[in-house]
């Protein structure tokens, strides 16, 4: 388990933007990091996911609207987050895979593959 911490949550309208951060104990680096999001009722669903090769992954539904990307020297993770809507209120988890793979495609947005978790952060859009 790797402590990882996400902070920058808050109540936005739409249309407004958010930064989240996810500060770590993990090798940003190396291996493979990710932000998911679980809203009351649903399943947890990955958001975006990042590799040490660069390679991102983003799910459909926030494509071009959210970035991800790492401060390696400071092993933190973001997710940069604009033209924010309605349906992108939820608790967003930030993650890392413990055993430094490197991922690709939609394995970066599958849960299971990620054995640390932070405690989340909650963003709300209101219309």
């Known amino acids: 388990q790797v402590q990882l911490v996400e902070s920058g949550g808050g109540s936005v309208q739409a249309g407004g933007s958010l930064r989240l951060s996810c500060a770590s104990a993990?090798?940003?680096?190396?291996?493979?990091m990710a932000w998911f999001r679980q809203a009351p009722g649903k399943e947890r669903e990955g958001v975006a996911g990042?590799?040490?090769?660069?390679?991102?992954t983003y799910a459909d539904s926030v494509k071009g609207r959210l970035t991800i990307s790492t401060d390696n020297a400071e092993k933190t993770l973001y997710l940069q987050m604009n033209s924010l809507k309605p349906e992108d209120t939820a608790m967003y988890y930030c993650?890392?895979?413990?055993?430094?793979?490197?991922?690709?495609?939609?394995?970066?947005?599958?849960?299971?593959?990620?054995?640390?978790w932070g405690r989340g952060t909650q963003v709300t859009v209101s219309s």
């Open positions: 993650a890392a895979e413990t055993s430094y793979r490197v991922l690709f495609g939609s394995a970066l947005l599958r849960p299971t593959n990620f054995g640390s």
């Open positions: 993990y090798t940003t680096g190396r291996g493979s």
């Open positions: 990042i590799n040490s090769l660069g390679g991102q």
